[in-house]
């Protein structure tokens, strides 16, 4: 759904004006969203298209887990590096799988996801269709002097947290 936020709203993270700086054993982590003056019709979008996530989650997950404990794996490996998404259908599916033999107890139990793809299809529809009428809707009845309040907080990166060694 973000891709399609950002195909109505472009937008990118920018250093703010303390990113960088020292702060009680870290560094702060100080980055601003920039949308070209819409970052409240932005955040305004993705509130709206977010109430609407997990009533469709809850539907999927009932759905899933009617159904026998299955595996979708959909590869996405390059001749760079492997890579895969790994889909229970279930939490029984998920407690059939043991670490040390995730391959193997996953293709063990391994779907066609012929059938994933159609609901794939279904689910982008619905997203397109979702963030288009929310983009019209913000677009149309934004208004500036409306804040929503958030708590200032900050994110302070612990020193050496991102060190090899």
Known sequence: MSDLIEHYIPHDLVEGPEHGDPEKGGTLWDLKIDAN???GQLNWLRQRCQRHLLPQQQYHAKAFSSQAPQVIWIDHSSEIENAAD???TSH??????RLDHFREDC????????KLTQWEYGEKAWCTELVEKEYNHVMKYY???IVTLKKPGKIVIADGVFDDS
């Open 86 to 88: 790994v889909l229970f």
């Open 92 to 97: 029984h599916a998920l407690a059939k799988i």
């Open 143 to 145: 208004d500036p002097t």
């Open 107 to 114: 293709e063990a139990l391994l779907a066609k996801n012929h």
């Open 37 to 39: 003056g819409l970052e």
